[in-house]
């Protein structure tokens, strides 16, 4: 699997856009960019994902570049309870090993009231 | 929808002492993970079923742990004997299938402290 840099730590005023980047340059054609996050104490959750193109959920939005070395999951009006950490994953065929998800260090996200 | 249920939550016990962590998937899932989490080496694959198949237990530190899954719903990871570093946090998750585009969904967490 490729991969991945993120910004160690962010910090976010609440009711603001929460944008997240992420850098995977080695990114092959048929691996998928996921995005998770961590609250502390609890498990980890999923956001959202995307193979090429630019996708949205009730959640957030995931951007990632046309050549596909980088991506940025925007949290559009962050809140208190977005503050986590944040993991960007990138995730091959079964072969490559899919199944497994490597988690990396993430970024500490920290919205500020 | 229920999600991803573990059992117990917490878990203190002695060295030496028998631990067996609980797991029910999602109904319908067809495939089971187990992932360890320490602040040492951070979230780690243990080993995952499918169709209650163990598939891959190359996660697995060592021979004092064991996983089953003996039908769809349920899962046990027991260590035996149990010792001060098997301390972690223990996730379960699950998913339709393996393939790349098929979402895994975590649980809670069982916190294991061994004394």
């Known amino acids: ?113 | 929808d229920a999600g991803v249920i573990q059992s117990p939550r917490h878990e203190v016990t002695e060295m030496g002492q028998e631990v067996t962590l609980r797991c029910k998937p999602i109904s319908g899932h067809n495939s089971l993970f187990w992932y360890r989490q320490t602040m040492m080496r951070g979230l780690e694959l243990l080993i995952y079923f499918n169709n209650n198949v163990p598939i891959d237990d190359s996660g697995m530190p060592e021979d004092r742990f064991s996983a089953k899954m003996p039908n769809a719903s349920f899962s046990t990871l027991k260590i035996q004997p149990s010792e001060p570093r098997d301390s972690a946090v223990y996730f379960c998750a699950s998913s339709l299938g393996v393939a790349e585009a098929e979402t895994q969904y975590f649980g809670p967490g069982t916190r294991l402290l061994v004394l």
Not at chain 1, 16 to 28: D, K, V
Not at chain 1, 38 to 64: D, F, R, V, W
Not at chain 1, 78 to 89: E, F, G, K, P
């Open chain 1, 1 to 113: 699997d490729a991969k991945t840099t993120q910004p160690p730590s962010m910090d976010c005023a609440e009711g603001r856009a929460a944008n997240l980047p992420c850098n995977h340059s080695t990114i092959s054609g048929n691996e998928y960019v996921y995005w998770y996050r961590q609250i502390h104490s609890q498990g980890p959750q999923y956001i959202i994902h995307g193979l090429k193109n630019n996708e949205t959920n009730e959640m957030a939005s995931l951007i990632i570049t046309e050549d596909r070395k980088s991506s940025t999951l925007i949290l559009p009006h962050a809140t208190l309870r977005d503050t986590a950490v944040y993991y960007c994953i990138v995730r091959g065929s079964i072969i490559q090993g899919a199944q497994k998800l490597v988690f990396g260090q993430g970024t500490r996200l920290t919205i500020n009231p």
